[in-house]
């Protein structure tokens, strides 16, 4: 089991920037990838980005392409989501997930087994 904390959730402004962080403990060396959802009120679950632990290759979703970047730091077992050029419709709680097997090829497949307890952005307008 691997066990995530999310922190560096908070309220910006639009156009502003936050870094969210992802501490991982337990079986992190046994993790596969790493990512983020997000959900806003009423809304659907979304999958915003995701890292492969060892190779570091990744994905983001086309709604946060270009202002988004994931990235990791192994000697700290730390995943971050850098969120540039903020928007309102970013405004969610965003998870910190981890795929401890590769169930799938893809990224955006992976069935992501351990969760986060979520932090909230909010992007004022």
């Known amino acids: 089991q691997v066990q995530l904390v999310e922190s560096g959730g908070g309220l910006v402004q639009a156009g502003g920037s936050l870094r969210l962080s992802c501490s991982s403990s337990g079986r992190t060396f046994s993790s596969y990838a790493m990512g983020w959802f997000r959900q806003a009120p009423g809304k659907e679950r979304e999958f915003v980005a995701a890292i492969r632990w060892n190779s570091g290759s990744t994905y983001h979703a086309d709604s946060v392409k270009g202002r988004f970047t994931i990235s990791r730091d192994n000697a700290k077992n730390t995943v971050y989501l850098q969120m540039n050029s903020l928007k309102p419709e970013d405004t969610a709680v965003y998870y910190c997930?981890?795929?401890?097997?590769?169930?799938?090829?893809?990224?955006?497949?992976?069935?992501?087994?351990?969760w986060g307890q979520g932090t909230q952005v909010t992007v004022s307008s």
């Open positions: 997930v981890a795929a401890t097997r590769a169930t799938a090829a893809a990224l955006i497949a992976l069935r992501y087994d351990s």
